[in-house]
């Protein structure tokens, strides 16, 4: 039963070696899994960080472009408010006679009934013409 007992030997050996292997594969494996949880953390940081980058960088992008179409929109402002108000300057007083005429128009066909709103409307149009008109500059001559 020599051989028997030299198979059996070496069956255990066997045994205790694979369990050793086995052993050092578990170990290698947890090693590479937390080098690449490592990595992939300070990967992920990485990106983190880059997407804060980018997004304070459209941020700032949005506020300048922001600022810029405000500027526009004041100039245009008032470019329009300058045209309005030369209209104005030039023909608010056509618009205020006749709304004052259409007024009168409508008191004289109510018989007065209307004339309180009447009033209202004139003083409303005259108050919407001086308010569009141009300032006046003074000369500093």
Do not use: C, R, W, Y
Not at 2 to 27: H, P, Q, R, V, Y
Not at 60 to 75: C, D, R, V, Y
Not at 83 to 99: F, Q
């Amino acid at each position: 039963m020599g051989a028997s007992d030299d198979i059996k030997g070496k069956a255990e050996e066997l045994g205790a070696k694979a369990t050793e292997l086995g052993g050092a594969a578990g170990a290698k494996a947890t090693e590479l899994g937390g080098a690449a949880g490592a990595k992939a953390t300070e990967l992920g940081g990485a990106a983190g960080a880059k997407a804060t980058e980018l997004g304070g960088a459209a941020g700032a992008k949005a506020t300048e472009l922001g600022g810029a179409a405000g500027a526009m929109a004041t100039e245009i402002a008032g470019q329009v408010k300058a045209v309005v108000g030369d209209l104005v300057d030039k023909h608010g007083d056509k618009a205020a006679d006749a709304v004052q005429k259409a007024t009168a128009f409508v008191d004289e066909k109510s018989g007065g009934k209307s004339s309180a709103v009447s009033e209202k409307v004139n003083a409303a149009t005259q108050t919407a013409v001086s308010s569009l008109k141009p300032e006046a500059t003074e000369d500093p001559a």
